[in-house]
Each structure stands twice: as C-alpha cells, then as structure tokens.
C-alpha cells in the first residue's frame, strides 16, 4: 500500500508544481468521450475492426468488441455534459503511471517523459494511475478502499469538488470504452501480444466500472470526500 499511496502523493505534488507552468498546454477534450459522434465513429471503428479479427484470438477480441459497443450505448446521453465540465481541469502529465518513475531504492526519485503533457480533468490520470499500480487491479477491478485511501492522499495537495468524485468513474469508463488500443495493433501484426493483453485487461476494467459505476461513485462520494 505504501507504493501506492507515494503514487498518489507525488501526482500531488506533480499537478500543485504544473499550476505556476509558465507555457499554455493543450487542452484535452474529454467531453467528445461522451457525444454521438464520437461514439458512433469508434462502433464504426469496433465492427470494422471485428470482421478483420482472425487467428487464435478471434473469438475473445469480437467478444471484447462487442461488448464495448453494447457498453457505448449503454452510456450515450445518459450524462449531464454541463456538470461533467464543472470537475477541476489542470495541467497534468498525460501519462502518469509507474512506467514513468525512476526510483531509488524504494523511493521515486523522478518522474520522466512529459510528451503528453496537457490540460485534462485531472480525476481521469488520478483513477488511471491507481488502476495501473495495484496490483488488485490486475485482473480487471478495483479495489474501492485502496482507491479512496489514494483520492485522500492526492486532496492533501490538490482539492477536488463534487463532480470530480460524481463523475470520476465514469470519465474514465467512456474514455476507455472509446478506445481500440491494443486490439487494433495486434489485428495488424499478430507479434503484439503484449498490446493485445493490455487491451483485454482495459476491456475487463471496462466491464467493472460499467457494471459498479453507481456504487463506487456513492461511496466516494460518502468516504473520499
């Protein structure tokens, strides 16, 4: 737990030290994750991409696939656009994950590669980074508790509002359910197994948060508060 929680302190620290930035980052826009039009350009993306499936992995990849449409129209228009733009947008690394430190000892000594840096609802890299680095979370889940112990240890360097924790899980959920990462490359070339994997735990994530959205947002926003 203690890796985890040092995670959540240097983002902290990471975004407080982004604020004074001198330089204009681009803004991500985050809100097209939630609009028709990019919904039904990625199911575009998604059967385009299961009618190529082939090989070994053919059954899991259109299975995946189809349930990320499924879980894409389970969430067009089922959000308030207007409150999901009032959660706290800050500069951010953009990539912020365990890949990116350097450590001494057990200590994170720095943290590199700033390539996508950029201004985003700083909830997304908060839920991204803990899901990347507990290793509860290796199968597809989160572990709720370990999650709120690491919102709690990130707001003693930066305050988050209600709408960051109501919609948290949410835009994370429909940024990955937009996303063929993985599935796509290893379509392509068949060598890409590590991608492939990647894809298939997101899509595993993606179910759990689907499936408990309600509930791990009602308990953060009881406890993470």
């Known amino acids: 737990m203690g890796q985890i929680l040092e995670c959540a302190r240097e983002y902290g620290k990471l975004v407080l030290a982004l604020e004074t930035l001198k330089y204009k980052l681009p803004e991500q826009n985050f809100?097209?994750?939630?609009?028709?039009?990019?919904?039904?350009?990625?199911?575009?993306k998604f059967n385009a991409l299961i009618k190529d499936a082939d090989g070994k992995y053919k059954e899991r990849i259109i299975k995946?696939?189809?349930?990320?449409?499924?879980?894409l129209n389970g969430v067009?228009?089922?959000y308030?656009?207007?409150?999901?733009?009032?959660?706290?947008?800050?500069?951010s690394h953009g990539d912020y994950n365990v890949?990116?430190?350097?450590?001494?000892?057990?200590?994170?000594?720095?943290?590199?590669?700033?390539?996508?840096?950029?201004?985003?609802?700083?909830?997304?890299?908060?839920?991204?980074?803990?899901?990347?680095?507990?290793?509860?979370?290796?199968?597809?889940?989160l572990n709720i508790e370990h999650l709120?112990?690491?919102?709690?240890?990130?707001?003693?360097?930066?305050?988050?509002n209600k709408y960051d924790l109501k919609y948290m899980v949410i835009v994370y959920l429909t940024q990955l359910l937009n996303s063929d990462f993985g599935y796509k490359q290893y379509i392509e070339d068949n060598s890409k197994k590590d991608l492939l994997n990647y894809a298939f735990f997101r899509t595993?994530?993606?179910?759990?948060?689907?499936?408990n959205e309600q509930e791990i947002t009602k308990r953060l926003l009881t406890k993470a508060a």
Do not use: H
Not at 80 to 91: H, L, V
């Open 31 to 44: 809100i097209a994750n939630f609009l028709d039009e990019k919904i039904d350009k990625s199911i575009a």
């Open 64 to 71: 995946d696939l189809s349930d990320k449409i499924d879980m």
């Open 76 to 78: 067009r228009g089922k």
């Open 80 to 91: 308030n656009i207007e409150d999901i733009t009032k959660t706290t947008f800050k500069n």
């Open 99 to 141: 890949l990116q430190f350097i450590y001494c000892g057990n200590k994170i000594k720095a943290i590199i590669d700033f390539a996508t840096a950029c201004k985003m609802p700083i909830i997304w890299e908060i839920i991204r980074a803990y899901s990347l680095i507990d290793k509860d979370c290796d199968g597809g889940s």
């Open 148 to 160: 709120i112990l690491y919102i709690k240890e990130f707001c003693k360097y930066v305050k988050l």
């Open 204 to 211: 595993n994530l993606c179910r759990f948060l689907f499936k």
